[in-house]
């Protein structure tokens, strides 16, 4: 069956780094665009961004442009998010998703940006 489970996350301080990753299997990894969401504590989802099958091409939210990198390992069928000058407004739990053909998601791995 098809598993995404991400790793990475935890308790940072307003402008530190963090790095998430999403250990996929179940599928063919390398046939597939794959996407980071987020969800804030009472807030809906938010797509940040978003990596083609090849890793290529990338698409970042405004909220998060030029401060997170993703990226893939095809060869390891893992996803990456690389997060740098982190914000209180970052805080959020981080999901990787598979979104094209049949709907896969993470278990989510809280991030929290305080001091």
């Known amino acids: 069956q098809v598993q995404l489970v991400e790793s990475g996350g935890g308790l940072v301080q307003p402008g530190g780094s963090l790095r998430l990753s999403c250990a996929a299997s179940?599928?063919?990894?390398?046939?597939?665009?794959l996407s980071w969401v987020r969800q804030a504590l009472g807030k809906g989802l938010e797509s940040i961004s978003e990596i083609n099958s090849g890793g290529g091409a990338t698409w970042y939210a405004d909220s998060v442009k030029g401060r997170f990198t993703i990226s893939r390992d095809n060869a390891k069928n893992t996803l990456y998010l690389n997060m740098n000058s982190l914000k209180p407004d970052d805080t959020a739990v981080y999901y990787c998703?598979?979104?094209?053909?049949?709907?896969?998601w993470g278990q989510g791995n809280q991030v929290t940006v305080s001091s």
């Open positions: 179940g599928f063919t990894f390398s046939d597939y665009p």
């Open positions: 998703a598979k979104l094209v053909g049949d709907d896969y």
